[in-house]
């Protein structure tokens, strides 16, 4: 158990520390010639069952209390001293307010110098405190007489805090790494050491860390956890760990700083979080108010952003983004105080509720339902409330690695909640059992749809249809989701079409009594110079837009083949044009021929012989070289000879047109099957 004090200057919180633990944790050497506690203090006492019990001494001068504040983190027991000849004094209420928004619930009043204060004015006093201390985490607390002169109460004291130990809530290891850095520091011959208290999880000897935000990756030589050498460090536990490492060094880290698992370096400085604004301020907060927020021993300049409309008026809570001058390594749930940036009063303070708050859009009705979503303290139910609200998923990776969950949190979470979970390179995003049954009903509806609609087109354009779903998923995330429904044959991906498996390009009556004319054409002794587009208008009597679209519709089912612009061959022209150029390669001597040689077998012109050839080039069958060329056989298949199988399918399954990138020319609608003059080689 950590147990820290709490009080005005000079009520005697080092002494009575001193009294319990016989440990003076005034170590500077102003401290000693002022006679107050400047720093952070630290002192060990075993108890009766063998714990040890771990004690931080804050400062109660006004000027240190950004000290008090980092001490006070992660304490799970608070010693509150009040002078008995004083009473309750300015300090006492500023630490009790820091005490009761980092929501530390279990403690004890101290009611020190108790020789200084006969009866009657110890019971007045006590009255007073009950009165100050109602309405906070400490309301209810017992209040102990103490004198560290006569030695009265400080037994009862010390075996309050034994029976405290007993039946305190023993803290797992659960969760991923994290200590709060409150001291860094070199010994000679044992290198660079820092301490601190662990907020989650723990560490073993040799463990890797990485020291946030600086982004610097350390190794663990050896732990002192509750002043014992040790292998392995728990949350809960004040520890002293031994780095070593490239660039390790006494700077390599500060207060202020947090050693973690590597998995949870992703420093922040943009934050939406709650804020509860103390009572006894004289002004509201308004939009953009200049702060000194403390987090864990971290203390950093920002301003606050309202997520409402009207000032946060004294005593009341609101919604607030905090904009940090500078990073620091935080997780959801974490309390936080703020202090005024001029005066250096407290103000108030809050739990984080989003590490990744966005700059725009802040304030919509989408935006505050995810933050009353992400305000549920239980990971279960933040993560439930979120999937059940806009955008319907989350980045599940983000989501563990925010809140410091462990590998065995994230399985039960996923487990529990019946979670879809989607990879890819950017992440796991996770949405509902629901929501996933949803999604894939909507996308196979609106394949369907489209597919009645337009039952000449291979498929839906991926990002097209991305856009028309709900959950409008990142679209990394999409294009996984969509491979892993392809992988079950729920659809079918086509390049950067999607469709569903049964769905083949199909022509209309109307286009198929018009191929029937147009087909003759491109066939028989002119196959090897067909009509071009403009031609092939004329000779059937039907606008040239009309053919044109014809043809690319035919070259979608694998039928043809765009060689040049407006210039297409039929498919099983295009693989009788490759076995002749195959035949010359053969009989060549060198394994070359010319376009001469390629006309003649082709009794073609020279024009229409090189725009052919230079088809063959782009899509790397043919490799020239000067004025001849070889086959690239590796090549060939891509102009097998057509079988019947392939007039009734969608495409050659060799052909490389049809993934994303292929255009049938500049300006022009992407084909996706079928080659065309301006292609480039797959």
């Not at 606008?543 to 979608?556: C, G, H, N, Q, T």
């Amino acid at each position: 158990m950590i147990i820290g004090t709490a009080g005005h200057i000079d009520h005697g919180k080092t002494s009575l520390v001193r009294a319990l633990t016989g440990v003076d944790t005034d170590r500077l050497k102003e401290e000693k010639a002022r006679g107050i506690s400047i720093d952070l203090g630290f002192a060990y006492m075993p108890a009766p069952d063998g714990s040890i019990l771990g004690f931080v001494d804050v400062p109660g001068h006004e000027k240190f209390v950004h000290n008090m504040v980092a001490g006070a983190t992660g304490i799970d027991f608070v010693l509150l001293a009040v002078a008995a000849d004083d009473g309750p004094m300015l300090q006492t209420f500023e630490h009790l307010a820091i005490v009761d928004l980092l929501g530390v619930k279990r403690g004890v009043v101290v009611l020190s110098k108790a020789d200084l204060a006969a009866r009657p004015a110890r019971e007045e006093v006590g009255r007073v405190i009950r009165q100050v201390i109602a309405g906070t985490t400490l309301a209810g607390a017992e209040i102990i007489p103490v004198s560290t002169v006569s030695g009265e109460g400080i037994d009862a004291l010390r075996e309050h805090l034994f029976d405290a130990a007993r039946h305190a809530d023993r803290l797992s290891a659960r969760g991923r790494f994290r200590l709060a850095v409150d001291r860094s520091f070199s010994l000679a011959g044992v290198g660079a050491v820092v301490t601190g208290t662990v907020l989650s999880g723990s560490v073993n000897v040799d463990d890797r860390v990485t020291i946030s935000p600086r982004g610097i990756v350390a190794r663990v030589r050896s732990i002192h956890a509750q002043n014992r050498v040790t292998t392995t460090g728990r949350s809960g536990e004040r520890c002293a760990l031994n780095l070593a490492g490239e660039g390790i060094s006494k700077d390599a880290a500060a207060r202020g700083d947090i050693v973690l698992d590597p998995s949870l370096h992703a420093p922040t400085d943009r934050i939406d979080a709650t804020l509860r604004v103390l009572a006894c301020e004289k002004k509201s907060i308004g939009q953009w108010t200049p702060v000194r927020l403390h987090h864990a021993a971290a203390e950093v300049g920002a301003h606050l952003v309202l997520l409402a409309d009207q000032p946060v008026e004294p005593g009341t809570e609101a919604l607030v983004q905090v904009v940090l001058d500078r990073p620091i390594a935080a997780a959801v749930g974490d309390r936080y105080i703020l202090r005024h940036a001029s005066d250096m009063r407290t103000i108030g303070g809050g739990r984080f509720l989003d590490l990744r708050a966005p700059a725009r859009k802040r304030r919509t009705p989408v935006r505050l339902g995810q933050l009353a979503a992400c305000a549920l303290e239980d990971p279960a139910q933040a993560l439930a409330a979120l999937l059940a609200r806009a955008p319907y998923f989350v980045d599940f990776s983000a989501f563990a690695r925010d809140r410091a969950l462990a590998d065995s949190e994230r399985e039960t979470l996923a487990r529990e909640l019946a979670l879809v979970q989607i990879g890819a390179s950017t992440g796991v995003i996770t949405v509902s059992d629901l929501v996933s049954k949803r999604l894939e009903q909507s996308l196979l509806a609106t394949l369907a749809a489209f597919h009645a609609d337009n039952p000449d087109l291979p498929g839906l354009a991926m990002e097209r249809l991305r856009l028309e779903l709900e959950p409008r998923l990142p679209a990394p995330t999409f294009a996984a989701h969509l491979r892993g429904l392809a992988q079950t044959h729920v659809v079918a991906l086509d390049g950067a079409w999607v469709r569903l498996p049964q769905h083949s390009v199909k022509l209309t009556p109307a286009d198929e009594r018009a191929w029937t004319r147009v087909r003759p054409l491109l066939a028989g002794d002119c196959r090897f110079r067909p009509p071009r587009v403009r031609d092939v208008a004329g000779l059937v009597s039907t606008p040239e837009a009309d053919v044109r679209r014809l043809m690319k519709l035919a070259a979608r089912m694998g039928k043809v083949d765009e060689v040049a612009h407006d210039h297409f061959f039929l498919r099983e022209t295009v693989a009788e044009m490759a076995a002749i150029m195959l035949d010359l390669a053969s009989a060549a001597p060198n394994g070359q021929f010319t376009a001469a040689q390629f006309r003649d077998r082709l009794d073609n012109g020279r024009k229409v012989a090189i725009q052919v050839l230079e088809f063959f080039d782009r899509h790397g069958v043919t490799l020239r070289r000067g004025e001849r060329r070889r086959m690239n056989k590796h090549r060939l298949d891509l102009f097998r000879k057509p079988t019947e199988a392939d007039h009734s399918s969608s495409g050659r399954a060799a052909s490389p047109v049809g993934r994303p990138g292929f255009k049938s020319g500049r300006g022009r609608e992407p084909v996706s099957g079928g080659f065309d003059s301006h292609s480039l080689p797959p």
